[in-house]
């Protein structure tokens, strides 16, 4: 996504908790990407990579949350723990309402923009193991379609993809 975005022209910011793999990524393309470092589970890392980002580029005017973990690949739900599902939960869904409502509220005084929320297949498909995963990105979709008609009056559209399997970081061990 920051490659197609740098190559459309725009100026990107890439934001990872993971410093080494993410300035790398900002190098590798030049002067139109750069790196900071933010846990999108945090509200004040957001916040904080908002106002950066407004202050680096002038704007901020699409917003890609992204940021992701997977849950455990317990085939049971009766060996989910609370721990893991409350990991989950603070980056797969705090992470889209903290990352949405910081960059709605930029968008709705400066002229509208545009956030894209990273939903999955597995959000709307249900199946065995990852119980904990296709809950929170359920709840993605919702919270995309409600954000999408909270904010339409104010220029900012909402909108979710929900991909199916690729072999990424993510699931390497599969
Ligand atoms: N790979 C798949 O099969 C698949 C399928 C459907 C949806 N998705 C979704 O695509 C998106 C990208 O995942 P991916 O497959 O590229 O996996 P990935 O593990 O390569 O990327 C996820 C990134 O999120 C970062 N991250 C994790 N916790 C974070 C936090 N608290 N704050 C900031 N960054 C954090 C990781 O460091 C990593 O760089 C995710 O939302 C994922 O759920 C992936």
Do not use: W
């Not at 908790?17 to 990524?25: F, Q």
């Not at 923009?113 to 296709?134: E, P």
Request: net charge neutral; glycine share 12%; charged share 15%.
């Amino acid at each position: 996504m920051v490659e197609l975005f740098v190559a459309e022209g725009a100026g990107v910011v890439v934001a990872d908790v993971d410093s080494s793999r993410g300035s790398a990524l900002a190098t590798s393309l030049g002067s139109k990407a750069i790196f900071l470092q933010a846990d999108m589970g945090e509200p004040q890392d957001v916040q904080a990579l908002v106002d950066a980002t407004v202050a680096s580029l002038g704007g901020l005017h699409v917003m890609v949350n992204n940021a992701a973990v997977s849950s455990a690949m317990h085939p049971r739900l009766l060996d989910e723990d609370l721990a893991d599902f409350e990991r989950v939960m603070r980056i797969n869904m705090r992470g889209i309402m903290l990352g949405t409502q910081a960059a709605a509220r930029h968008m709705v005084t400066h002229g509208g923009g545009s956030i894209i929320n990273i939903s999955a297949i597995s959000g709307l498909q249900a199946g065995f193991g990852v119980a904990c995963y296709r809950v929170a990105k359920a709840g993605v979709i919702q919270f995309s379609k409600s954000a999408a008609i909270d904010l339409a009056g104010y220029g900012v559209r909402v909108n979710c993809i929900a991909p199916g399997n690729i072999r990424t970081g993510m699931n390497a061990f599969r």
